[in-house]
């Protein structure tokens, strides 16, 4: 009965996938600002979000909070647009038109032989920008396995054509220790809050949020070179920037070298949402867990 149900599920999916992938990008943009109005519950998660940011005096913006959410909002349509096109073959101009900064310090970083910890948040269109570094250097991805299979192993299937490699979540230290003592790449994404075993509170956009220790973690015990990687929107398409290596922390102790290490990486996705406020995913619940 559950297999018929997914069965199912992928069906609905694939139906309504397929306007996405055949009607113009401005047609997610258009469905993004759609759910803006139908979404409430997470427009105003995202507002409220935002607002704090400011009263916090961590961002500064020129236009109001709704209208960056609702940019925001038009963002993640034209991001689940451009994806959909990719999975169903038609967004190779989308991937051939991104641009690169910083890819000498990539080069040089995998020329150290110690693997490489790629650090990242949900900027920009992500998914994209896993599929589009495959061609410069491809890395493996951590991601939550799709609970139904069929859409899973379809997903799965698109990246493997484009070079993307993943590691599911579930049990991914292992592996990802391996990648990197081979000389591989792994990206991590440590934007969103986790459980107090897992991490730290440190100072995000002005206020306490529990922030992953792992990529602090991993980058010890490996020696894997550390570079964060962002994507953002430009007239032409998109770009995608590559920092140089980052300097782990020299503290004697080594749970507050952790927490330095940790408030490093995060410093990054920081400066990029003050740079790029509408595209990031204001949407999370970023600071649940964390008496304001």
Not at 40 to 66: G, V, Y
Not at 248 to 268: C, H, P, Q, V, Y
């Amino acid at each position: 009965m559950k297999q018929l149900a997914w069965f199912l599920e992928a069906c609905l999916y694939t139906l309504l996938s397929i306007p996405l992938a055949l009607f113009p990008l401005k047609f997610g943009e258009s469905l993004g600002v759609l759910f803006f109005y139908l979404w409430r519950s997470r427009r105003n998660i995202a507002i409220e979000n935002l607002r704090k940011s400011i009263a916090s005096h961590a961002i500064s913006i020129s236009e109001t909070p709704e209208k960056i959410i609702r940019n925001n909002f038009r963002n993640l349509g034209r991001s689940l647009s451009e994806i959909i096109k990719i999975y169903y073959g038609a967004g190779r101009k989308i991937i051939d038109s991104v641009e690169f900064e910083g890819a000498e310090n990539a080069h040089k970083a995998k020329s150290k032989g110690r693997g490489i910890l790629f650090i990242t948040g949900h900027c920009g269109n992500w998914e994209l920008m896993a599929t589009a570094s495959a061609k410069l250097l491809p890395a493996y991805g951590i991601v939550r396995q799709i609970n139904n299979p069929y859409i899973n192993k379809f997903i799965e299937g698109v990246r493997q054509r484009y070079g993307t490699k993943v590691i599911y979540k579930k049990g991914a230290l292992k592996a990802v220790m391996k990648v990197l003592k081979n000389n591989g790449s792994v990206a991590i994404l440590m934007d969103q809050a986790v459980l107090s075993d897992e991490g730290y509170v440190i100072d995000f956009l002005g206020r306490g949020a529990w922030t992953t220790k792992m990529p602090a973690l991993i980058a010890r015990k490996t020696g894997a070179v550390v570079l964060p990687v962002f994507m953002h929107r430009t007239d032409k398409g998109h770009k995608i920037k590559i920092y140089p290596e980052v300097a782990l922390s020299d503290i004697a102790d080594k749970e507050n070298a952790i927490i330095e290490d940790t408030k490093r990486f995060s410093g990054f996705i920081e400066e990029y949402i003050k740079e790029h406020p509408s595209e990031w995913l204001w949407i999370h619940k970023r600071w649940k867990r964390v008496k304001s």
